[in-house]
């Protein structure tokens, strides 16, 4: 099963600053789901692109879609501290049935 | 009020014992999961449910047992417990994937450590 794999592992930047973070996924899919995990917590359901669409933006998240890279970016925008948390992007697998997440970006922004 | 809920939050238990991990959710999903993240964050799924029927199984050790009594419960049962299983345990519920995906509702986790 292909799973996500988010680039960079890690990246820090500070409060006001764009966070860009890249997913590449192998097997054609017809969507791909952001998810956001704050340390000690559950993940939390951000954003889901299709594959007809090629941009999506949901307040200060802006996800972009490639099939034909097989690639994916998620950007935030004028970053707050609040936004420090780990980023994994899902494609899905198995006809749909289930989701494999990868290690993430951890995003770190100081004040 | 709570979506995905699981208890305990924290679980310290000894190598060998048995030990069980509830979820609950009340969003009317039909699917629910279990996945088990390691030290390195590598969040990984181990079984899903939909309407109390096993749909996924990963390649988990057969100590571990999952028991669904009902659509909104799936309990995660593991026996003869090894060092390699602490982790965090997230249960998470969703609508049933057939025709398309669905965002996927997370509990808080469970923290087992294995001494």
């Known amino acids: 099963s292909q799973q996500g794999e988010e680039d960079p592992q890690a990246l820090s930047i500070q409060e006001g600053e764009n966070a860009t973070m890249n997913c590449s996924y192998k097997t054609s899919i017809n969507n791909l789901q952001w998810y956001r995990q704050n340390s000690g917590r559950g993940l939390v359901h951000l954003i889901l692109?299709?594959?007809?669409?090629r941009e999506k933006h949901s307040g200060r998240l802006r996800v972009t879609l490639d099939t034909s890279k097989k690639s994916s970016s998620l950007l935030i925008t004028a970053s707050r501290a609040a936004d420090t948390a780990s980023y994994f992007c899902?494609?899905?697998?198995?006809?749909?049935?289930?989701?494999?997440f990868g290690t993430g970006t951890r995003l770190l922004v100081s004040p | 009020d709570t979506a995905v809920s699981q208890t305990p939050k924290y679980l310290v238990t000894q190598m060998g014992n048995d030990k069980s991990i509830k979820c609950e959710q009340n969003l009317g999903h039909d699917t629910m999961y279990w996945y088990k993240q390691d030290s390195k964050k590598f969040l990984k799924i181990m079984f899903s449910?939909?309407?109390?029927?096993?749909?996924i199984n990963e390649t988990v050790p057969n100590r571990f047992s999952p028991k669904s009594p009902d659509k909104a419960h799936l309990n995660l049962h593991i026996n003869s417990l090894e060092l390699g299983d602490s982790a965090v345990y997230f249960c998470?519920?969703?609508?049933?994937?057939?025709?398309?995906?669905?965002?996927?509702?997370f509990g808080p986790g469970t923290r087992l450590t294995v001494t």
């Open positions: 998470a519920s969703s609508l049933l994937p057939q025709s398309d995906t669905y965002e996927q509702y």
């Open positions: 449910y939909n309407n109390k029927e096993l749909i």
């Open positions: 692109i299709r594959s007809n669409e």
């Open positions: 899902a494609p899905p697998n198995t006809g749909f049935q289930k989701l494999v």
